[in-house]
């Protein structure tokens, strides 16, 4: 053992870059290797934030797809002249009244 290295290491002894510098100028031909990844705790609840923004998501253009369906039903319903007085883009305005007046009750 060196008395000028501030920490004696072994083979296979488990060693960071930042700790193992001093040891190089003493002993060039050792080295400080990259073995594995550790895991990580941050992992498993961030896969349930995951889960829960995909099922929100999902539920969230479901229910704008029906509230834009019940608009251009409602549109077409409540239209007396089925033959003439059809708005020309149902759909659009459906979709600009979900927009803007229902989002928040679909979020």
Known sequence: LNDSIPQAYQSNDT???QEFEPCKTVCPEAMCQFVKYTKNKDYSWMQFVNVFGLYWGVFFFSAFAE???AGVFSQWY???????????????????NATVFHLGTIA
Request: with cysteine.
């Open 15 to 17: 060693c960071t870059p």
């Open 67 to 69: 509230i834009v369906l």
């Open 78 to 96: 409540w239209t007396f002249n089925k033959k003439t007085d059809l708005p020309d883009c149902s759909l659009g305005t459906a979709m600009w």
